[in-house]
C-alpha cells in the first residue's frame, strides 16, 4: 500500500473527527457565550478530554487543550452543586440558568441550519415533490404513477420537500408504499411496490423517478432553506418513533465510531452528500440534548421548569444522584453503540 492509498484511506477519518469536535465546539461554546452574557464565571472551557496537552488562563477562566478530541467541556461556578461564590451558576434567575442550558443545543441547531443553507444554495435548481420523469426500467409508472404529479403524502407522512420524499420511501421495508398525489386539482391515492435494493446491509427503495427542479431565487432560497431544515429535524423524530415502535432494533444505532464511519464515507463520495450527513448529525445532536433525559441538558431545562412552577428547587443531592444513574446508562447504551458499530465494520 502506497502513502497516496493510505492517505486517501485517512483523511476522510479525520475530517470526520474534525467535524465531531467542531460540533463540541460549537455546542460547548453556545454555554460558554451564554454563560458570559449572564456574568456567570467559566472556570474552565476545554477542547478534549483527558490528558491536558496545554492550558492557559485568560481573567477568570482557564482554557486547555487536551489529547482525546472527542468531546469537551465548558465548566462553570456552582453549576453541579450551590456555591455562594461570585458568578455562580446556582444563584441565577431561572430564566438566565434556561438561556446557558439550552444555548448549546441552540448553536447546534443553527450550525445545521447553515450547512442545511450551503446545500440548498450549492445546488443547480430548487427540488420540488413534482414528478418530472422516470428511470427507463421504473415500475412506480406502471402503478398509476404519472409525470406531473405532486407527492402529498407517503404511509401518511406529509411530504413537503424533494428530502421528505426520500425520507418517506426509505422507511419502508418491503417496498410497498402508500402515496397520495395531486393530479389536476384532485388528490389520488395510489399503491405502489418499488424495486428494492440495499444500502449498509438494510434493504432500501429504489427510486425509481426524478423529481422537477425549479431556478433558484433569493426567496425559494431562504423559503426552502426552512423547509429543509424541518425535514432534517422531522427525521430525527421518525427515527425515534420508529425505534420505539419497534421497527428498527438498539443495535440498529450508531455511536461516534458508526457515525465517523458514515462521515468519511460520504467525504469520498461528494461534498453535497458530506454536507448532508454532517447537517443531519448536528440537528440530531442538538435535538437529542433537548431531550428530558437524565444527564442531558433537556434534563435540567425540565428541572428549571419545574422550579419556575412549583417556586422549588430538586435538592442537590437528588439531582446529583439522577444525573449520576442517567449518565451511567448513557455511557453503557454508547459502550454497547460502540461495540455494535465496531463489529459492522469487520
Same mark, same amino acid.
Given at each position: 500500500?502506497?502513502?497516496?492509498s493510505i492517505w486517501n484511506t485517512v483523511y476522510p477519518i479525520l475530517i470526520a473527527i474534525l467535524f465531531f469536535?467542531?460540533?463540541?465546539?460549537?455546542?460547548?461554546?453556545?454555554?460558554?457565550?451564554?454563560?458570559?452574557?449572564?456574568?456567570?464565571?467559566?472556570?474552565?472551557?476545554?477542547?478534549?478530554?483527558?490528558?491536558?496537552?496545554?492550558?492557559?488562563?485568560?481573567?477568570?477562566?482557564?482554557?486547555?487543550?487536551?489529547?482525546?478530541?472527542?468531546?469537551?467541556?465548558?465548566a462553570m461556578e456552582g453549576e453541579d452543586e450551590d456555591s455562594d461564590g461570585e458568578g455562580s451558576f446556582s444563584?441565577?434567575?431561572?430564566?438566565?440558568?434556561?438561556?446557558?442550558?439550552?444555548?448549546?443545543?441552540?448553536?447546534?441547531?443553527?450550525?445545521?441550519?447553515?450547512?442545511?443553507?450551503?446545500?440548498?444554495?450549492?445546488?443547480?435548481?430548487?427540488?420540488?415533490?413534482?414528478?418530472?420523469?422516470?428511470?427507463?426500467?421504473?415500475?412506480?409508472?406502471?402503478?398509476?404513477?404519472?409525470?406531473?404529479?405532486?407527492?402529498?403524502?407517503?404511509?401518511?407522512?406529509?411530504?413537503?420537500?424533494?428530502t421528505d420524499v426520500q425520507t418517506g420511501l426509505s422507511r419502508s421495508r418491503d417496498g410497498n408504499v402508500e402515496?397520495?398525489?395531486?393530479?389536476?386539482?384532485?388528490?389520488?391515492?395510489?399503491?405502489?411496490?418499488?424495486?428494492?435494493? !440495499? %444500502?449498509?446491509?438494510?434493504? *432500501?427503495?429504489?427510486?425509481?423517478?426524478?423529481? =422537477?427542479?425549479?431556478?433558484? +431565487? &433569493?426567496?425559494?432560497?431562504?423559503?426552502?432553506?426552512?423547509?429543509?431544515?424541518?425535514?432534517?429535524?422531522?427525521?430525527?423524530?421518525?427515527?425515534?418513533?420508529?425505534?420505539?415502535?419497534?421497527?428498527?432494533?438498539?443495535?440498529?444505532?450508531?455511536?461516534?465510531?458508526?457515525?465517523?464511519?458514515?462521515?468519511?464515507?460520504?467525504?469520498?463520495?461528494?461534498?453535497?452528500?458530506?454536507?448532508?450527513?454532517?447537517?443531519?448529525?448536528?440537528?440530531?445532536?442538538?435535538?437529542?440534548?433537548?431531550?428530558?433525559?437524565?444527564?442531558?441538558?433537556?434534563?435540567?431545562?425540565?428541572?428549571?421548569?419545574?422550579?419556575?412552577?412549583?417556586?422549588?428547587?430538586?435538592?442537590?443531592?437528588? !439531582? %446529583?444522584?439522577?444525573?449520576? *444513574?442517567?449518565?451511567?446508562?448513557?455511557?453503557? =447504551?454508547?459502550?454497547?453503540? +460502540? &461495540?455494535?458499530?465496531?463489529?459492522?465494520?469487520?
Amino acid at each position: 500500500m502506497n502513502l497516496t492509498s493510505i492517505w486517501n484511506t485517512v483523511y476522510p477519518i479525520l475530517i470526520a473527527i474534525l467535524f465531531f469536535e467542531i460540533i463540541i465546539i460549537i455546542h460547548e461554546g453556545g454555554h460558554f457565550v451564554a454563560a458570559k452574557l449572564m456574568k456567570v464565571k467559566v472556570n474552565e472551557f476545554s477542547i478534549g478530554m483527558g490528558p491536558k496537552m496545554f492550558s492557559f488562563k485568560k481573567g477568570e477562566t482557564t482554557y486547555s487543550m487536551r489529547w482525546l478530541l472527542f468531546g469537551g467541556y465548558c465548566a462553570m461556578e456552582g453549576e453541579d452543586e450551590d456555591s455562594d461564590g461570585e458568578g455562580s451558576f446556582s444563584k441565577k434567575s431561572i430564566g438566565a440558568r434556561m438561556f446557558i442550558v439550552v444555548a448549546g443545543a441552540l448553536m447546534n441547531l443553527l450550525l445545521g441550519l447553515i450547512i442545511v443553507l450551503c446545500i440548498v444554495t450549492s445546488q443547480n435548481l430548487i427540488g420540488t415533490t413534482t414528478v418530472a420523469k422516470f428511470d427507463d426500467s421504473a415500475v412506480s409508472s406502471s402503478y398509476g404513477l404519472e409525470v406531473g404529479d405532486e407527492i402529498k403524502s407517503i404511509d401518511g407522512m406529509r411530504t413537503y420537500t424533494s428530502t421528505d420524499v426520500q425520507t418517506g420511501l426509505s422507511r419502508s421495508r418491503d417496498g410497498n408504499v402508500e402515496m397520495i398525489v395531486k393530479r389536476d386539482g384532485k388528490d389520488v391515492k395510489l399503491n405502489i411496490k418499488f424495486d428494492m435494493g !440495499e %444500502y449498509n446491509k438494510m434493504p *432500501v427503495i429504489e427510486m425509481d423517478f426524478w423529481l =422537477l427542479g425549479k431556478d433558484k +431565487t &433569493f426567496k425559494n432560497v431562504i423559503v426552502n432553506t426552512g423547509k429543509e431544515f424541518l425535514s432534517y429535524t422531522r427525521m430525527v423524530f421518525l427515527s425515534v418513533h420508529d425505534l420505539l415502535v419497534g421497527k428498527y432494533h438498539v443495535s440498529d444505532l450508531s455511536g461516534p465510531v458508526g457515525a465517523v464511519a458514515v462521515v468519511s464515507d460520504a467525504v469520498k463520495t461528494s461534498l453535497p452528500s458530506m454536507l448532508r450527513i454532517m447537517a443531519l448529525l448536528t440537528i440530531n445532536i442538538g435535538l437529542f440534548n433537548l431531550f428530558p433525559i437524565p444527564a442531558l441538558d433537556g434534563w435540567r431545562f425540565f428541572l428549571l421548569i419545574g422550579e419556575r412552577i412549583t417556586k422549588r428547587k430538586l435538592p442537590s443531592k437528588w !439531582e %446529583y444522584i439522577i444525573n449520576t *444513574v442517567g449518565l451511567a446508562l448513557l455511557l453503557a =447504551l454508547m459502550c454497547f453503540v +460502540t &461495540f455494535s458499530d465496531i463489529t459492522k465494520l469487520f
